[in-house]
């Protein structure tokens, strides 16, 4: 494969083979001038990868072709020395999803010997691509639209025939596993650590602001007390060990970050579970909020109870819709009695005052009076 093709697909064996027959150094890599560009480039992927979005431009030119190549170990340093799950987890589906931008527009050829590097072995056939279904199911099983479930595909002779651009989806899924899969770095260099820690601080403090706005809403403080009953229900069950449906592991989920619970704390809360898997659930909380496009809401009391999991209903209930309807009336009744309270508090106060003035205008008139009679 040309150079200039490895510099649009640098996670891929040919291309870190490419770059390591080059012959830089480490020490080369972070500290000469000739790599600026590269490392300049490197801070950008990861920045670009805080927005979701990795952009590429068609590269051209040996210097240009290069820097694009090693721009990509060096935002792997950096994204090593930030060393959070979530943070990796964007990285690389932000990376994935660049990758794809270029797949989709690639020939049948050149995606069948891309899917080689990822051991798919697959076939193109009168416009249609085929591939094992093991295959299809370990790339396909993260994606949650129903088209993509396996009773909604032919299978022949163990195959499935799928498009050039459900080809490429797919590949672009072995990238983002590839990537991910490939930290933590286990050992940094004390070297790397030190060059990158600049730009890392930087990074994290944009990275806390992105994860306390994800998913904030104007409901202000999260409040469990105020939880609707399905979900203080659920949320008790979580906690307690105890495996949820999936129709209201969703809902749960979606309602949390609704109210304004990070992505992370979310995570936190299911790491109880007897089946927990800290990957797969960080990427269905994620999907939900809305890392891939689409910010799903939580469902409505009709859909709570045809799924069986509208628990435990009290008077309020009976008034509302939907949960987040419950829980917006309970915050409202609450900073209803907390200024009713506050007024209460404000009258007492002023009674107070006036009980103090009053008793120092009556010392005052005594005063007076005394002086008077002497």
Known sequence: MQAEKL?????????SAH????????ESLLNSRAYRAARARGIERVKEALEGEIKKSPV?????????????????????CVDDQLFTRRYSLAEAKAAYTFLRTETPEFLLEFGEDFEISADFRDSYFSMHFTDYIR???????????????QLRAGKIKITKEEFARLLEEAVRERIEQSFPIPEIPPEVSSFCSPYVSEIKEQFEVQKKNFGATDFGAVEPDLFPPCIAHALANVQGGVNLAHSMRFAMTSFLLSVGMSVEE??????????????????????????????YKPPACDTMRTYGNCVGKDGLCATI???????????????????????????KENEEKN?????????????EKEKGKT
Do not use: C
């Not at 510099?7 to 291309?15: D, G, K, L, V």
């Not at 030119?61 to 090593?80: C, D, H, I, K, N």
């Open 266 to 295: 979310i995570l936190n809360l299911f790491n109880v579970s007897p089946d927990f898997d800290a990957e797969k659930t960080l990427y269905q909380i994620e999907h939900i909020a809305g890392a891939t496009g689409n910010v």
């Open 355 to 367: 009980e103090v003035e009053k008793e120092k205008e009556k010392s005052r008139k005594e005063q």
């Open 7 to 15: 510099a649009y697909y640098p996670f891929i064996s040919e291309a």
């Open 139 to 153: 790339f396909s099983n993260s994606l949650k639209d129903p088209t993509w479930k396996l009773t909604n595909r």
């Open 321 to 347: 819709s939907h949960p987040l309807g419950y829980y917006e009336k309970k915050v409202y009744f609450k900073n209803r009695d907390k200024e009713k309270e506050q007024e209460k508090e404000k009258e």
């Open 60 to 80: 051209s030119g040996e210097t240009q072709v290069l820097s694009e190549l090693l721009s990509y170990p060096f935002a792997r340093m950096l994204v090593a």
């Open 19 to 26: 770059v390591e027959n080059l012959g830089i150094s480490l």
